[in-house]
C-alpha cells in the first residue's frame, strides 16, 4: 500500500474503509458519488462518534473510492515554480517506490534513493511535478569523478499508449523531463568555470582573451557544434528531452519546460513545469484524461550518472477536469 504524506510533513497510511488505497481528492472535493449502501455510511458516521452528518460521510465515502491514479489537482493560478510554495506543500504527496538500473550496463551501485515523494498540479495551460526526495549531501558539480543530483519525469508522447518504461520504444516515444542541480546552479549564479569547481588551477589566458569570443569557440568543440550540454546562455535548469529506448535520448529542439530545486538539510525539492499540450514530440496531455507518469533520480555522491540511476515504474497518471 503507497503512502500519503500530509500537510504536516508526516507519513500516514490513508486507507478507505474496504482496505483498499486511498488517492488524491480533487481540490474542491465536488464530484458525483458512486452509490453508498446505509451500512457504509453507518459505519462512517459511527467511527466519527456519531457527529458526522450524512452528508459528510458520503463525501468521505467518495474520496476513498475515487479512482487508484496519482492526481494532477486543478490549480487556478499560474504553476509555481518555487517548490516551498503552499500550492505545493497543502497538496498530500503519493509516494513512488523506486529500484536500481540494473537492466543494461551500466548499473547503479546500490539504492541511493529508495522512493520519491511526489504532487502534481496543472491549470489547463501547464502541468507541473514537484518531487520530493531524501538526501545526506548536495551534490552541485558536473566534475573528474564528481556528479550532480537530477531528477526526471516521464510521460507517454500518446497519452493513450504505455510504453516500455525503459524510455519508450520505436513507434511509441516518451516525453523526458530533466532537472540538474548543477544546472540551478548556473541559473542562479551564472554559468561556473574549470576555476570554480577547481579553484587552485592555473593558466595564463583563456582562448577568447587572445583571440576574441568568436574565433574561440573552435577551441571549444562542444560549443562550436551546439551540444546543449555546452550552452553558456542556460535560463532553466530543467531539460526537455526524447526517447525512444535505451541510448535513443536526445535533447529536443523546442525548450519549453522550466522549474526549480531547493536543497533543504537532507532534502531535494524540485519542480518540472511543461504545457500541458506539449507539441511535437511531447506529451499531449489535457484536462480529464488518464495516462501514465514514470520518474528517475540521481545521487551524485553515490556515482550516480547516465543509466546509473534509480527509476519508478508507470504510474496512473489522471489530469483533472
Known sequence: MSTQEGLNGDQADQEGLNGDQAVQASANGDQVPQTVNR?????????AGGAVAAGLAVRELTHTRRARQFLARRYDGEIPADPTDRAWTRLAAWTV???????????????????????????GARIG?????????????????RFRD????????????????????????????????????????GRRGVKDIFPNMFHDAPPEALAGEEAARVFYPALYVGNPMARRDRSSPVEDLVAVGFGSLTSHD?????????????????????????????????????????????????????????????????IEA
Do not use: C, Y
Not at 160 to 175: E, K, L, N, R, S
Open 97 to 123: 517506490p523506486l529500484q536500481i538500473q540494473n537492466l543494461i550496463p551500466q548499473h547503479a551501485p546500490d539504492l541511493a534513493v529508495a522512493e520519491l515523494r511526489v504532487r502534481a498540479l496543472h491549470n
Open 254 to 318: 523546442e525548450q519549453t519546460a522550466n522549474g526549480r530545486g531547493v536543497f533543504n538539510s537532507s532534502r531535494w525539492s524540485v519542480t518540472l513545469i511543461s504545457p500541458l499540450a506539449g507539441g511535437e514530440g511531447k506529451a499531449a496531455l489535457a484536462p480529464g484524461i488518464l495516462t501514465s507518469v514514470a520518474f528517475a533520480v540521481w545521487n551524485g555522491s553515490h556515482g550516480n550518472r547516465g543509466s546509473r540511476k534509480q527509476w519508478s515504474n508507470w504510474t496512473e497518471l489522471t
Open 129 to 145: 511535478f514537484r518531487v520530493e526526495w531524501d538526501d545526506d549531501e548536495e551534490d552541485l558539480v558536473d566534475a573528474m569523478a
Open 39 to 47: 451500512r457504509e455510511l453507518l459505519k462512517v458516521a459511527a467511527a
Open 150 to 189: 537530477a531528477v526526471a519525469v516521464q510521460l507517454p508522447v500518446d497519452p493513450a499508449m504505455t510504453p516500455a518504461v525503459t524510455m519508450g520504444t520505436a513507434g511509441q516515444p516518451v516525453h523526458i523531463m530533466q532537472w540538474r542541480a548543477s544546472w540551478q546552479v548556473d541559473v542562479d549564479q
